[in-house]
């Protein structure tokens, strides 16, 4: 009874700091205010709870400001001597302070949260079924969020005897995981493995160990969709982590509070302990990153292994000797020596070292790995230059992953013929020579759930034996959905050169014909064909009747599909030089040293024998899409200015010189 009258006192002495109170119910209503007017605005993109990036930073930054607010009394002796001269325990007056600044943000939190669910449920009837699930997911993670940071805040404070040692702390705890998974083994990686594309493993860990990737991740800030939005629950693996981490954190600040001193204050680190960890872990860092930057200056695997293993061991050694004699620069006391802690010194850098070569060991297991085929559910293939646009292309060589994440989903493959066909090829890469000529990424979905990940170099007979996977059935079923459709009686056909586009009025048995058509000239199509010619245009087929929207490039040897086409009227023999061009802007992009500026050429060309001349050797920028099957030149771009006498205006079209065009 008397513990609970004193913790009692205690919340309300906490509670005269005002300032916690303000900020809390000050940006939270602010938030609301704003979250109504955008709401009233735009309810299609809008959200108050989860898929809001606003309340995930709201609560992010909360969470560091009451931290420090809240213990802010750690870094003041006199406050410190009055409060512990009572008779009350420590744990008393930490907790007090702890549960204040909770009540403080979870209270306003409440209470806007529910305000802004009730004004959504009146003024969109679709959100009222998913109120209350929603609001109670979005009030659970909102406080999550708040709790990693509250915590880890409480930590940086709890250990520190100094404000600016505190925000050191800070920072080294939000961002250490970030930068050792994302730049140092990562950077391992891609210094050592031929093969890698990525690691799900590293993946994930980056997410769960991040704190704001992690908020992200409670919060669903990367879905727009409503529906998606309103019934999103976050992972079992996020809020499990969510928990670990603020059940660790304060763990350990308690652990840390109980033994602190008031006479430490002042100093760098009032614990010894969090002084050893916070030094052995930036040594390592230190150690490990200098081994990345210097493989990556110096290019040592040429010289062989022996040479990189001599550049992680050095560099482990200097970087992790050189982290640890600067941070006891920083914090050592007067009188104590700049050289103690010898051995944690050799051990941190023998680890940095142990696990640089750790990395380098898994080289060739690495990039010789194969599973079993008895263990495989389903083999992904992205290969660069085949089924993408030049624009594609040229992103996708770029390393920009979203071209390739994209063809991974959409052209997996579960069928014994594909996977087999898939497994033989693979095996063939890895026994082929160099003289790349693009790359190929593949994703092996195992049996038990889990991701295998491996880009190969692909030299030219590589390349062309990808035929055999090519001409699979279910690979042209990802390659030409169109034949997948049984049925396009009630669609609307248009058709596109390119420059132009028409609607055609077929009847249903026309319509029939030409779906028929399309699928014995795929059924039928080689990938060597693909390299002989461009499409002469493209075949969209719209149905909200069956929901049928598809896009189909039409090549010059779909000779029963251009038959069709040509009974409806279509004139599949058009192409650009048969329109009437105004003008055009052709720009020639050549690549310069480094240092150099400039290597752009534009001309404009508005007479008739020019343009015909150049109008002969352009292709549509849509239609050019096998860019390593059947190449245009991509440093070579025009603008085509095309005369539109239906409407006496002027139609712009992108277009690529082909291979073997205007010099």
Wanted: net charge negative; aromatic share 12%; with cysteine.
């Amino acid at each position: 009874m008397t513990s609970a009258k004193y913790f009692s006192r205690w919340f309300r002495e906490a509670g005269r700091s005002h300032l916690v109170s303000v900020l809390s119910w000050g940006f939270l209503s602010l938030y609301m205010v704003m979250t109504l007017v955008d709401i009233s605005a735009d309810s299609e993109y809008v959200f108050f709870g989860l898929g809001s990036m606003e309340l995930c930073v709201l609560c992010t930054v909360l969470g560091l400001a009451f931290s420090g607010l809240e213990f802010f009394y750690l870094f003041q002796v006199r406050q410190q001597d009055f409060y512990y001269s009572l008779p009350v325990k420590k744990s008393t007056v930490f907790f007090s302070r702890y549960i204040h600044g909770l009540c403080q943000f979870f209270t306003p939190l409440l209470v806007t949260q529910m305000l802004l669910a009730v004004y959504e449920a009146v003024n969109i009837r679709n959100f009222t079924p998913y109120a209350g699930a929603y609001l109670a997911r979005s009030v659970g993670a909102a406080l999550l969020v708040f709790l990693i940071f509250y915590h880890t805040g409480i930590l940086a404070v709890v250990i520190s005897g100094k404000i600016i040692t505190a925000v050191a702390a800070l920072v080294l705890f939000l961002l250490y995981f970030q930068v050792m998974i994302q730049n140092i083994f990562y950077g391992y990686v891609k210094e050592f493995y031929l093969h890698f594309y990525r690691i799900p493993l590293f993946d994930e860990a980056g997410k769960l160990l991040a704190p704001f990737a992690l908020a992200k991740s409670l919060m669903g800030t990367g879905i727009y969709d409503c529906k998606e939005v309103w019934e999103y629950e976050p992972k079992g693996s996020a809020v499990l982590a969510a928990f670990l981490w603020a059940g660790v954190f304060l763990t350990l600040a308690l652990l840390v509070h109980k033994v602190r001193k008031t006479e430490k204050t002042g100093r760098a680190f009032v614990s010894a302990w969090a002084e050893r960890v916070v030094e052995g872990a930036v040594s390592l860092l230190a150690g490990m990153g200098f081994g990345i930057l210097l493989l990556d200056m110096t290019q040592v695997k040429e010289y062989g292994i022996a040479a990189e293993v001599l550049v992680i061991g050095v560099c482990g050694i200097v970087g992790a000797c050189g982290g640890h004699l600067l941070i006891e620069c920083l914090v050592r006391t007067q009188g104590s020596g700049l050289w103690r802690r010898k051995w944690q010194m050799c051990v941190v850098s023998v680890c940095a070292f142990a696990a640089g070569c750790m990395f380098l060991a898994n080289k060739t297991g690495f990039d010789n790995y194969i599973p079993k085929r008895e263990q495989v559910a389903e083999m992904a293939f992205c290969i660069n230059g085949i089924d993408m646009s030049q624009r594609q292309f040229g992103r996708a060589k770029t390393e920009d992953n979203s071209v390739t994440e994209e063809r991974l989903l959409w052209y997996s493959m579960a069928e014994e013929e594909s996977i087999d066909e898939g497994f033989t090829w693979v095996q063939g890469v890895l026994n082929g020579g160099d003289s790349k000529v693009t790359t190929a990424t593949v994703c092996y979905r195992l049996k038990d759930g889990s991701r295998r990940y491996r880009r190969y170099p692909l030299n030219q007979k590589a390349l062309d034996s990808f035929a055999n996977v090519y001409e699979t059935k279910e690979y042209k079923k990802r390659a030409y959905p169109l034949i997948e459709v049984k049925d396009v009686k009630k669609g609307q056909i248009t058709w596109s050169d390119g420059i132009d586009e028409r609607m055609l009025g077929m009847s249903e048995r026309e319509k029939e014909a030409l779906l028929a058509a399309y699928k014995e000239d795929v059924a039928g199509l080689k990938m060597d064909d693909l390299k002989t010619d461009f499409p002469v245009g493209c075949m969209e087929i719209i149905s909200e009747v069956d929901g049928i929207y598809q896009e189909a490039m039409i090549y010059p040897f779909f000779e029963k599909t251009l038959k069709v086409l040509e009974g409806a009227g279509v004139d599949t023999d058009k192409s650009l030089a048969d329109y009437k061009i105004a003008s055009m802007k052709v720009q020639t992009s050549t690549p310069m040293s480094k240092g150099y500026s400039g290597g752009v050429n534009v001309h404009f060309y508005d007479k008739e024998n020019d343009i015909a001349q150049w109008s002969k050797k352009l292709i549509p920028d849509n239609l050019a899409i096998q860019p390593l099957l059947c190449p245009v030149k991509p440093y070579v771009e025009a603008e085509v200015q095309v005369e539109d006498e239906a409407v006496g205006g002027i139609v712009v079209v992108d277009c690529y010189e082909m291979e073997g065009g205007v010099e």
